[in-house]
């Protein structure tokens, strides 16, 4: 069974930054897309960004692309959100999410049904 943990979630000013971690039970190939979700109050889950270990492609939201960024160390197998520059709107609870096995990120990579394994999720509250 795979198992994704969370952490790193608080509370930052406007302008601030913080970093997410996500432990993730591996894996025997690294053909599978891990992605970074978040969803706010009355609000769908929406993909912030993603990332394909086979290959290093990375995959970002316009909301985001510029402030944050998303990272892999495969010899621990965490999933890293690093967020810069924050705003108010970016007020959320984050997902990690992980594709099963032997697939790709490529253009649907936001797509939240192709994500079988979901972590309990981290609050991230900006205020302006």
């Known amino acids: 069974q795979v198992h994704l943990v969370e952490s790193g979630g608080g509370s930052v000013q406007a302008g601030g930054s913080l970093r997410l971690s996500c432990a993730a039970s591996?894996?025997?190939?690294?053909?599978?897309?891990m992605a970074w979700f978040r969803q706010a109050p009355g609000k769908e889950r929406e993909a912030v960004a993603g990332?394909?270990?086979?290959?290093?492609?990375?995959y970002y939201a316009d909301s985001v692309k510029g402030r944050f960024t998303i990272s892999q160390d495969n010899a621990s197998n965490t999933l890293y959100l690093r967020m810069s520059n924050l705003k108010p709107e970016d007020t959320a609870v984050y997902y990690c999410?992980?594709?099963?096995?032997?697939?790709?990120?490529?253009?649907?990579?936001?797509?939240?049904?192709?994500?079988?394994?979901w972590g309990q999720g981290t609050q991230v509250t900006v205020s302006s």
């Open positions: 990332i394909y270990p086979g290959g290093g492609s990375t």
């Open positions: 999410a992980k594709t099963p096995p032997s697939s790709i990120c490529g253009g649907t990579w936001y797509a939240r049904l192709r994500y079988l394994h």
């Open positions: 591996p894996y025997t190939d690294s053909h599978y897309c």
